[in-house]
């Protein structure tokens, strides 16, 4: 019988001058500031240890590396920066391999976990939890880099203690969720790798943004100020925000701004000043004048777009004008989507300027000139305009509506053959969506009309069986006040024209339910399939055979959103979060949720597949969005970036592709 091959369970503890949250593990890590605490560590299951930096370094922890073995911790990025940037120079030790570390957050999310140790160890129910003193040593000490000799003797013990305890922790969860396949551990490496690499910034523009950012901001929360006569500060102070506000709407025009939810049974309705909602209120001609010019403010003080322009300053290097580690490998959950933090990649706003648009609003704000119109909505169609790289310059490719392809492909159905159809001959399906509705000919309907933008909202807000409500909140993102009447006409229009989608919805529910009923089984319901193991997980295998995984799987009564109830499948929602002391809460596998799941986890597989396809194609890739990759080259890597994105994996056959693409010093659309 083979020996189980060993594996180091490791946690570091580190003090610096520098903020970690607000500018990330490279800049931290680079720092001569930054110094080690302690190692704690352990081989396999045995006890746990701990080294304190002064003492003479584990010499079997030296071997395993020299042998190239596996190194495990949660968030191993970290780690392997520890060990790359500071425990290695300063003390001789043998550099790890990339392949070496092994990343049990990444394990936990593929499996549907929060992002959080802490959070994984409620969530799985486990029975060793992070010591919560925890926080408040590394906020005394590490925060304010204290040294370990200045600590009080018995903080000291308190954070061996809590040391030791993560990596517990962390060895329990390991072997609670499933191993990373030997090619989702390829592409974890390949991730860490761009990570490194980094994505080229314009900090000379950046600084100037950010400038200007901070300058509007503080113009509209002055007007503000003045507005309520003292009474809210800024824009974004909630309590004062709605003290003051709310009184002065009609009941109406406060239901515009509150979000009903249910959480364990118990309904709650904040409120929210959303963007969309915001507008939405503008919209109505009975809007008190005070309230009316308190939006128009907060929209003049700008949101989460300009203040992307600090992050980007506080995270890239100045020597190499650099962001590292932007990207967050399977950041979106079981779905295999990745995520980025920093930058905030997946939420940068998109712009229809040109190229000619940019290059004179970028060198407007340079010379310190305003810009026209909203100059914050301006500002923030420039975020991605911060990444650039003279010179080579930068290409990039995008699928166009992958999703919209993905679903109907999924199902493999003739219904869903059909809606394929549409792409693989040209036709726009937002046009056919408006025809079906409208009962319009489709040589009678252009892009321009508004039975389009109907079809456009119809398309995104209904493939995952969305209903009225869904409806309405898409079409406020594009101008469209949708009443219950209309609401209704384009889900039962949409619905007509796309039978494929409630049919394979429940198609996928229905082999969940088979699934749970007889464990050990594979059920399918078009190009994917379902089973649970009678224990802990119920097991959904896409067509490029990556898993998506449910935790505590249930067959139970659930509640329908129009609040009758009926029999389903619930889980364990991992990307919920319940209030201290309270169960995690759990999650209706209905099917929308079901379809909406298999969509963008085989979308995130195809994803996958093209960045590790133009990794080994040796384009330099710097950062992917969504269904885009951004690679350093210009037209002739462009070229290549194509035909990879193109070149569909085996399991993909027959999903019809196309995409765009475009090359700059610039980031564009």
Not at 396 to 408: L, V
Not at 505 to 534: M, S, T
Not at 599 to 615: D, K, S
């Amino acid at each position: 019988m083979p020996i189980p091959e060993s594996i180091l369970s490791h946690d570091f503890e580190t003090r610096s001058t520098v903020n970690l949250l607000a500018c990330g593990a490279y800049e931290y890590m680079s720092h001569p500031d930054t110094h080690i605490y302690m190692m704690t560590w352990a081989f396999n299951d045995e006890p746990v240890e701990c080294w304190l930096w002064g003492q003479p370094f584990p010499g079997r922890v030296i071997d395993h590396v020299k042998n190239g073995g596996k190194l495990s911790a949660f968030n191993a990025g970290f780690e392997r920066l520890v060990w790359w940037y500071i425990l290695c120079p300063d003390l001789g030790l043998p550099k790890p391999a990339y392949e070496q570390f092994q990343c049990t957050a990444a394990q936990a999310k593929a499996s549907g976990m929060p992002n959080n140790l802490g959070d994984v160890a409620r969530c799985l129910g486990l029975p060793a939890l992070k010591e919560s003193e925890g926080k408040r040593l590394i906020r005394e000490y590490s925060a304010h880099n204290v040294p370990w000799a200045d600590i009080p003797d018995d903080d000291k013990a308190l954070w061996i203690k809590y040391g030791k305890q993560d990596v517990e922790v962390e060895r329990v969860v390991m072997n609670s969720v499933r191993e990373l396949t030997d090619f989702e551990q390829y592409e974890y490496v390949i991730n860490e790798k761009i990570n490194d690499r980094g994505v080229p910034m314009d900090l000379a523009f950046t600084a100037e943004a950010a400038d200007y950012a901070a300058e509007i901001r503080g113009e509209a929360n002055g007007k503000i100020l003045e507005l309520t006569g003292g009474k809210v500060v800024s824009s974004t102070v909630r309590k004062t925000r709605d003290a003051w506000c709310l009184p002065l709407l009609t009941d109406d025009q406060v239901k515009v701004l509150t979000r009903v939810r249910t959480e364990d049974g118990v309904e709650k309705r904040p409120i929210s000043f959303e963007e969309q909602r915001r507008k939405e209120l503008l919209a109505d001609p009975d809007l008190a004048d005070d309230v009316r010019q308190y939006l128009e403010l907060v929209d003049e003080a700008g949101g989460s777009g300009t203040k992307k322009f600090n992050s980007i300053q506080m995270r890239t290097f100045t020597d190499t004008a650099r962001l590292h580690g932007a990207l967050i490998f399977n950041g979106a959950g079981q779905t295999g989507r990745f995520s980025s933090k920093g930058l905030q990649a997946h939420n940068m706003k998109r712009s229809d300027l040109e190229p000619e648009e940019v290059a004179v609003m970028v060198q407007a704000v340079m010379d310190g000139y305003r810009l026209e119109g909203n100059e914050s909505d301006a500002l923030g169609e420039l975020v991605r305009s911060c990444i650039m790289l003279p010179g080579t310059g930068l290409s990039w490719y995008d699928w166009s509506n992958i999703e919209g392809r993905m679903a109907p492909w999924l199902a493999k159905s003739p219904e869903g053959d059909a809606k394929l159809q549409l792409y693989i001959d040209g036709i726009d399906p937002y046009l056919y969506n408006a025809s079906e509705t409208f009962n319009i000919p489709m040589d009678k309907l252009t892009k321009d009309m508004p039975e389009r933008q109907a079809g456009k909202v119809q398309e995104l807000a209904l493939q995952f069986l969305g209903g009225v409500g869904a409806l309405r909140v898409m079409g406020l993102k594009y101008g469209m006040k949708i009443s219950q009447v209309e609401g209704e006409k384009l889900r039962d229009g949409w619905r007509a024209a796309n039978p494929w989608a409630m049919k394979f919805g429940r198609e996928l529910e229905a082999a969940v339910i088979r699934a749970i009923i007889h464990p050990g089984q594979w059920y399918e319901a078009g190009r994917v399939k379902y089973a649970y193991d009678g224990g802990d997980w119920l097991w959904c295998e896409l067509p490029s055979e990556r898993l998506i995984a449910y935790y505590k799987p249930k067959y139970e009564e659930v509640e329908t959103p129009w609040g009758s109830t009926r029999m389903g499948v619930t889980c364990v929602w991992g990307a919920g979060k319940p209030k201290v002391g309270e169960p995690w809460p759990r999650r209706s596998l209905h099917p929308g949720v079901l379809l909406e799941n298999v969509t963008q986890g085989a979308a995130g597989c195809l994803l996958r597949m093209a960045i590790v396809r133009a990794y080994e194609a040796e384009l330099e890739v710097v950062l992917h969005v969504h269904d885009e990759i951004l690679i350093e080259g210009g037209k002739r890597e462009l070229k290549k970036l194509e035909a990879v994105m193109l070149d569909l994996p085996d399991w993909a056959a027959g999903l019809p592709c196309v995409g765009s693409g475009g090359s700059g010093a610039r980031y564009g659309k």
